[in-house]
């Protein structure tokens, strides 16, 4: 959504020609970051010649504020979505920012992991927004990726697993 | 104004922005050099979205007060003790991920 999607099109920006194909997925609800994305790669590719990219829906996992218990329903539908795309894509690496639909995504790829499917490798990188708290995601991302990347120094000291590289956006 | 696509025009003209804290709003306003004034609505606001500017206060780049002070901040400021916002760093990004997949 929104927000996430400009953060992470800016993480991107300066990845080489190596990163690639790039999927993005993205909630179906979300109706502006399918032109961001357009957009960036349109420029991108200016650059680059060989720029691949693909996009992808998924069901949102959850609203702003949602309750508990109907997250994690509405997560759970999500995941019927996001592991048979994962299993498609069998990402070597995933980049995540945050938003709820990240979760179901890399929950799939952790499950695909497990059963010996596919190892990815998961970096979270939590919002600018986020100088003293975690959000959700980031909260349970925490444990379960492989690098969390933090953007203010109270965070870090917070969690020490995370890695601080200043402010990337 | 309700949901022009961009407001880069009208940051440009501007000399002064007052804004709620939303981040973009914040960061797009900063990263346009313009002096910044968020007004917090306690009520209104989800806790975490105060964070980002409470810290941009905090490291001098935006004056910070609610709808009551506004006036008073108007009337008190001195703009020219804002601090500019330096720009982040995603090749900061870009070379810790080319370690990390083995790049490098």
Known sequence: TGGHTTEILRLLSCLSESYSPRHYIFADSDK????????????????????????DRIPRSREVSQSWTSSVVTTLYSL??????TYKLKPDLILCNGPGTCVPVCASALLLGLLGIKRTIIVYVESICRVETLSLSGKILYYFSDYFI?????LKAKYPRSVYLGRIV | FSFKDSLAEDLRRADLVISHAGAGSCLETLEAGKPLIVVINEKLMNNHQLELAKQLHRDGHVYYC???????????MDLSTLKPFPPGKPEKFALFLDEVVGLQ
Not at chain 1, 33 to 38: G, L, T
Not at chain 1, 150 to 154: L, S
Not at chain 2, 66 to 76: A, F, G, K, Y
């Open chain 1, 32 to 55: 502006m970051s399918e032109a961001k994305i357009r957009s960036f790669e349109q420029k991108r590719s200016e650059t680059f010649s060989n720029s691949q990219f693909t996009l």
């Open chain 2, 66 to 76: 609610n709808c009551s002070t506004l006036l008073e901040t108007l009337q008190s």
């Open chain 1, 80 to 85: 019927l979505y996001s592991l048979p795309l």
């Open chain 1, 150 to 154: 933090v953007q203010w120094p109270d």
